[in-house]
């Protein structure tokens, strides 16, 4: 099963799923546009979320971080004058740490990313969507900045004027990335932000022509007409897209089949098969509902 994925929605299904899919059966393809090198460690929130939620270790009060880490480190670099961009834990500091040593030491991040998936102990695949940096760029009335700053820094108050991925153009998409989307006939797109967590995977040269060939089905973060999460409405207002499921649509169009949405949710797409279940993965319960229901829809997929 192959997952695309960023943020914190597809993790919390992730959450569920593992709990109902063999791990080794899984293969998640993770945005790096958010990545950002922090003290001299590069850190990547979106695969750590992933790592952290099939090693069980992911705070699942924020989905974000190691559950019941410490901050003694960033702390004391505060203390001594030091300004990190991000508040990060100490447990949470030393899975940057390796990466970046492994990096300094020749290794991809994609093999980068495989050797901490060997130390957690994790069967799934974790594939970066590319081994070339790419950031995803904010512009607002402040000027354009980092994203990280964006959500983190500014607390994703600024209006938001248009994104921007810089890198994109020369970056590529890994064998290993290419490989698991030729190898599956399904492709699932999990409830992440489409701008700034799914966009930059699908920017990756190659991607769309391979997912215009699959049978792809994609769960909506939106219902009505606010995300259930994050700044996505934001977003995708500033990129021209209506905040809705019929806008999340609109973002994968040239390549969507199925857009699983919430029960709430009384959306009508042309051309598009729609189909409603509970979304709100507030408990694992609810994740491993939305993950069978996700499952079901794999294994008997309407042609």
């Known amino acids: 099963m192959i997952i695309l994925s960023g943020g914190t929605g597809t993790p919390k299904l992730l ?117 070339d940096p790419v950031a995803t760029m904010v512009d607002t ?41 030729s190898s599956e006939d399904t492709i699932v797109i999990g409830p992440s932000n489409p701008i700034t967590s799914i966009s930059p995977i699908l920017g990756l040269k190659g991607v769309i022509p391979i997912l215009q060939k699959k049978h792809v089905i994609a769960v909506s973060p939106i219902i009505g007409n606010k995300p ?10 500033a990129k021209g897209y209506e905040v809705s499921s019929a806008g999340v649509a609109q973002c994968y169009e040239d390549f969507l089949d199925v857009l699983v949405v919430d029960r709430g949710d009384n959306c009508v797409i042309p051309n598009i098969e729609v189909v409603k279940t509970n979304t709100i993965m507030s408990s694992v319960e609810r994740s491993m509902e939305l993950a069978r229901f996700i499952v079901g829809l794999v294994q008997s997929p309407k042609r």
């Open 228 to 237: 259930i999460s994050g700044p996505a409405g934001k977003l995708m207002r």
């Open 15 to 131: 959450g569920g799923l593992k709990k109902i899919v063999p791990e080794e059966n899984i293969a998640v393809i993770v945005n790096t546009a958010e990545d950002r090198w922090v003290s001299s460690n590069l850190v990547c929130p979106d695969i750590d979320t992933v790592l952290y939620t099939f090693a069980d270790l992911i705070d699942e009060r924020k989905w974000w971080g190691v559950r019941d880490d410490t901050f003694y480190t960033h702390e004391i670099l505060k203390a001594l004058g030091h300004h990190e961009p991000m508040m990060l834990g100490d447990q949470d500091r030393a899975t940057h740490i390796l990466r970046s040593e492994l990096i300094r030491d020749g290794l991809t991040l994609t093999r980068s990313t495989d050797e901490l998936r060997s130390s957690f102990m994790i069967k799934a695949k974790i594939l970066p969507m590319t081994n």
């Open 141 to 181: 009335p402040n000027g354009e900045m980092h994203f990280q700053d964006f959500w983190i820094a500014h607390k994703g108050e600024p209006k938001v004027l248009d994104v921007r991925f810089d890198g994109i153009d020369a970056a590529k998409p890994t064998p290993e990335v290419m490989n698991a989307l």
